[in-house]
C-alpha cells in the first residue's frame, strides 16, 4: 500500500503544481480584461467568463507594444513617456530601478545570467552554483584589487531570493552548463542533476 501511494504522490504531486501554477498565471494574466470596455467583456458578450482571453489579450498587447517600440515613432513616443516619467519624484526613482534591472536581465546583449558557475560558498570548503551577472562597477571598483567579478547566488528550493558577492575571477569556475539545467539542479536541492559530460582536456 505504501508502495502504491508514493508512486501515486510521485504521478500527481508535480501534475497538481503544474497546474497551479498555470491557474495563477493564466487567472493574473485575465486581468487585462478590466482594460476593456463593459459591452465587449465575454460576461457581457456570451454571457459567461472565457479563462484564457485575457492571456491572448496580454500576449497581444506585449506583442503590438514591442511593435511599435521598435519602429521610428514608436520609438520617440516610448524616449518622450520615459522623460515624462522620469520627471515625477517618487515614479522616477522607482521607474528607473526597475527599467534598468529589467533592461540588463532580458536584454539580448546583456551577460547577466547568462553562465552558471562554482564558488566556494558560504566558506572554502564549500561548493555551490551561482551565476555571472557582470563586474563590479562604480566607486566599489576603486576598492577591489584585482579581477573581480559579481555572481548572484540564489536560495534552495527558492531562487527569486539569494546573495550578491564580487568574488576574485581565479575563484570562480565556469561551468559547462545550461543556466536552465543549474536552475532546475538548484530548484529541485540536487535531485534533477545534470547530464554528466566527460572532463575536457
Not at 175 to 197: C, F, N, Q, R, W
Request: glycine share 8%; aromatic share 10%.
Amino acid at each position: 500500500m505504501r508502495k502504491y501511494f508514493i508512486t501515486g504522490l510521485l504521478v500527481l504531486v508535480p501534475l497538481a503544481i503544474t497546474l497551479w501554477v498555470l491557474n495563477l498565471v493564466i487567472s493574473t494574466m485575465d486581468q487585462s480584461l478590466l482594460l476593456v470596455p463593459e459591452r465587449w467583456q465575454p460576461h457581457t458578450l456570451f454571457g459567461r467568463e472565457i479563462p484564457g482571453l485575457g492571456t491572448i489579450l496580454t500576449i497581444a498587447i506585449v506583442f503590438l507594444t514591442g511593435l511599435l517600440a521598435n519602429n521610428l515613432v514608436g520609438n520617440y513616443l516610448v524616449r518622450l513617456w520615459e522623460r515624462l516619467l522620469h520627471r515625477i519624484p517618487v515614479v522616477s526613482s522607482l521607474y528607473g530601478s526597475v527599467k534598468q534591472v529589467s533592461d540588463t536581465l532580458f536584454s539580448s546583449s546583456g551577460n547577466a545570467f547568462r553562465k552558471a558557475v562554482l564558488l566556494p560558498y558560504p566558506h572554502a570548503e564549500c561548493w555551490t552554483i551561482g551565476f555571472l551577472t557582470g563586474v563590479p562597477g562604480g566607486d566599489v571598483r576603486n576598492h577591489l584589487v584585482g579581477d573581480f567579478v559579481s555572481v548572484y547566488v540564489p536560495t534552495t528550493p527558492n531562487p527569486t531570493s539569494g546573495f550578491f558577492l564580487m568574488m576574485e575571477r581565479s575563484k570562480v569556475v565556469e561551468l559547462d552548463m545550461t543556466v536552465d539545467a543549474a536552475l532546475k539542479y538548484i530548484v529541485s536541492m540536487g535531485v534533477v542533476a545534470p547530464e554528466h559530460l566527460p572532463t575536457k582536456e
